[in-house]
């Protein structure tokens, strides 16, 4: 997730943690370091920009984003960094913490940095948690990175909570200004800013007419009912797309299935479904509506860019809520032999899920998840000549070691 989604949660449990404990001697200033600690516990995983240049170029940024940072093993230092730092900063002032509270500070940053795994999970780009006894890469599909529906129900609640009106405005400002900025991107439709203002609306009504601790709970509870809402859609959009590509490509073998939801809006999804057709490797992108009648999936708003990288061929075909869009298919031999001859498209491969190659020789590989223009931006590599590998390769289980054997 952002990191401004990630500011949110974390003030959201501090907040909680704040109003259902005994209170502390001096309650003004643990609500502060809380406020701190849960604040640097919840993103100083995203410090991995640090190292990453260990491998240079766009491979040392797709390689180690998310990366060592990102692990179970490495999250309770995290934590105690963050502990450090406050309570560092609160010494250096002349302020001491009872045991009590100090202990409390702890488990606040300890959630928070596996927290901030966990919310990374949640979308298309995964994580490798379980390193080094796993290296594998875990997906959820069920966030889009910036969820702008999680905001409505946090930036309420935490602007009624605030203790000066700087913040109320502040945190306001950066939800306002995020909308406008989606809606002339075009990455928002109209009808989605809409319903994210009708629900804005309503979590200040209700906010109103209860305590503070109440509100707190609401923007909680808020924030759990989106995310579930969210992985019980993808669950759905799974399932349609499962269904459809069996009828509509019956030979074709599936093997992923990657789900982003629009934002705000868990009724439209764009899908890539990854597979096989004999000796070819396919790669189908679609949009799926989970409502069909009332919204069709041409209307879903998804839109899927013709000026992209990828060597794509039109398909354009409706079946129920699934509209299949177009379709990436090479030889499968092709994908292997660049695994195998090109050490930073074998490299590249630790990261990529959906691959693509312009070509046999594969002089430009690229992540169909992230394939939105013709651009080479960050999610497409040039393959060197040279004999000599990329340097500090983490050791991820490639996404699609399924189909390199």
């Not at 045991?99 to 919310?119: E, K, P, Q």
């Not at 060597?311 to 298919?329: C, K, M, N, Y």
Request: glycine content about 6%.
């Amino acid at each position: 997730m952002d990191n401004v989604t990630h500011s949110l949660a974390a003030i959201l449990v501090a907040e909680a943690v704040c109003e259902n404990r005994k209170p502390a001697p001096d309650p003004a200033r643990f609500r502060t370091a809380a406020l701190w600690v849960s604040l640097i516990a919840n993103n100083l995983p995203d410090l991995d920009f640090l190292y990453r240049k260990i491998t240079p170029g766009k491979l040392g940024y797709l390689l180690h984003h998310r990366g060592y940072s990102h692990t179970f093993v490495v999250a309770p230092a995290l934590a105690a960094l963050a502990v450090v730092l406050v309570l560092g900063a609160a010494r250096l002032r002349g302020v001491r913490f009872a045991a009590r509270d100090v202990r409390a500070l702890v488990g606040l940053a300890v959630f928070g940095s596996f927290l901030h795994i966990a919310m990374d999970f949640q979308n298309n780009y995964g994580v490798h948690p379980f390193w080094p006894f796993d290296d594998r890469w875990y997906y959820g599909d069920f966030l889009f990175i910036v969820e702008p529906l999680l905001w409505a129900f946090a930036v309420v609640v935490i602007a009624s909570v605030a203790r000066t009106m700087v913040a109320s405005v502040g945190v306001v400002a950066v939800f306002a200004a995020a909308l406008a900025y989606g809606m002339v991107a075009g990455a928002v439709p109209a009808r989605e800013i809409v319903g994210l203002l009708f629900v804005a609306a309503c979590v200040a009504v209700a906010a109103r007419s209860t305590s503070r601790r109440g509100r707190v709970w609401l923007g909680v509870a808020g924030w759990l009912s989106v995310t579930g809402g969210f992985l019980l859609a993808s669950r759905a959009a799974l399932n349609a797309v499962t269904a459809s590509a069996v009828r509509v490509f019956p030979e074709m073998r599936l093997v992923d299935v990657i789900r982003t939801p629009s934002m705000g809006n868990p009724v439209c999804w764009s899908v890539i479904a990854l597979g096989t057709e004999g000796d070819r490797y396919v790669a189908r992108r679609s949009v799926v509506s989970l409502a069909p009648s009332a919204l069709p999936p041409r209307r879903c708003g998804a839109r899927d860019p013709r000026a992209v990288t990828a060597p794509l061929g039109a398909i354009e075909t409706v079946d129920g809520g699934v509209l299949w869009r177009s379709e990436f298919v090479a030889p499968l031999a092709e994908l292997r032999a660049l695994a195998r001859t090109h050490c930073d498209a074998a490299a590249f491969l630790r990261y990529s899920r959906a691959p693509f190659w312009v070509d046999a020789s594969g002089s430009v590989m690229g992540d169909l998840r992230f394939d939105r223009s013709r651009a080479l931006d960050f999610a497409k590599v040039t393959l060197s000549e040279s004999a000599a590998c990329p340097p500090h390769v983490p050791p991820w289980t490639p996404p699609r070691e399924d189909l390199l054997e």
